[in-house]
């Protein structure tokens, strides 16, 4: 499905394509920036290529985050196309710090208000502030916090969950993950 370019003043969001397995490959490489993500750093151009093909490939919502000038990805920003539409990103280290993810955000929130997706949410691992920083700084509230096994990673974590209606039920929240997990609460201390 081809998506439609985005555009901010700085970057330029758009689908992955073949000749981005490079600048995926040391985005996906890097231990730091996989810290708080649900797998491990690839090895090798095949294990990005695999994630590639079957994580970005073909999804509604996934854009590669370039700046204009270079027009090459720095990082990622998705949405999962379930009922959760969980938003998750990622970019470069040399690039954290310049409220890049936060303007790449604002710019696929407006595009799905006007496809009318009803809300999205995000976690982050508690151990992850600045995550959480950049949830808030596009309109997210915080809603609970909930443990769980981490997989594949095989580790317990405190996830808080964050989300943004845009249908106008502000108090409608999303109790998947609540739900699911035997260890859920409010935090009040945020």
Known sequence: M???KLE???LLLRQFEER???SLYLLLADQEVNTFLPWHPVKDM???RIFYETRFKGRKYCFAI????ENLPVGYIQVSEDDSHDLGYALRKNDWHQGIVSEACHAVVELLKKEGIP?????HDRNNPRSGAVMKRIGMKYCYSYQEQWQPKDFPVIFRM???NFDGQDSSVYR???DLHRVHFIETDL
């Open 2 to 4: 081809k998506r439609p």
């Open 8 to 10: 901010t003043s700085r």
């Open 20 to 22: 981005d397995m490079e």
């Open 46 to 48: 095949e294990e990005t």
């Open 66 to 69: 370039c700046f204009k000038q």
């Open 119 to 123: 809300y999205i949410t995000a976690t």
């Open 162 to 164: 964050y989300q943004l």
């Open 176 to 178: 998947k993950y609540w």
